[in-house]
């Protein structure tokens, strides 16, 4: 069992455990103060990998904080920017904590996100749950955050048609390529020839 030899501040709020015939820690001074360890103390293995799983944890929290604050993640995306540092089990940890206090909130970020896919990027349902999807969201609230939009799918190509390609609609073989983009934004292949018919009629 090692000795604590010596415990001294290091750099900010860092600390520097001594151990004897071991490797220092660097801790930080608040785990170090909610261990109540002092030199001097015979300090088991298992108190020791308390420390430095304390210390991780810690670390990982305030990284997991900062990043959420930055901007919003869903728990799988918090939890994979995480685990570039820090075991699994202190991910699951933090990303467990946030998810109960609400920091993390994969149903807010469906909601922002289907938002900001179909009425901003006026998106169709197809590309809007797949990158849904790439943000790790659970399907249960892609489809729940999309219902809201499920009857304004045509509406919505609509405007990205005037917006984007009425000038590119002059004849057939430049169609072939708007319908091929538009199938890239997620809409189907009934939605598009039907509001593109609908275009052309109007314009005689």
């Known amino acids: ?60 929290r305030e990284r997991g904080l900062y990043l959420m604050d930055y901007g919003d993640n869903t728990y799988v995306q918090l939890f994979g920017k995480l685990r570039r540092n820090y075991s699994e089990d202190i991910c699951y940890e933090v990303c467990d904590k946030l998810a109960e206090i609400g920091v993390i909130n994969d149903r807010r970020y469906a909601e922002n996100l289907a938002r900001r896919l179909v009425e901003v990027k006026l998106m169709g349902r197809y590309r809007a749950v797949n990158d849904m999807k790439q943000k790790g969201l659970p399907k249960s609230l892609i489809d729940e955050a999309l219902e809201p939009y499920a009857d304004g799918y045509r509406e919505r190509l609509r405007q990205l048609i005037e917006k984007k390609y009425m000038s590119k609609l002059d004849y057939e073989d430049r169609n072939r390529k708007v319908t091929a983009s538009l199938v890239r934004y997620g809409y189907s292949f009934d939605d598009i020839r039907a509001v593109l018919k609908e275009i052309e009629e109007e314009i005689g």
């Open 1 to 60: 069992m090692p000795k604590i030899t010596d415990i001294a501040p290091y750099k900010g709020s860092t600390v520097k455990v001594e151990l004897e015939d071991c490797e220092p820690l660097f801790l930080n001074s608040e785990v170090v103060y909610s261990a109540n360890i002092k030199k001097g103390m015979d300090i088991p293995q298992a108190a020791v990998d308390q420390l430095i799983h304390d210390n991780d944890l810690r670390k990982a």
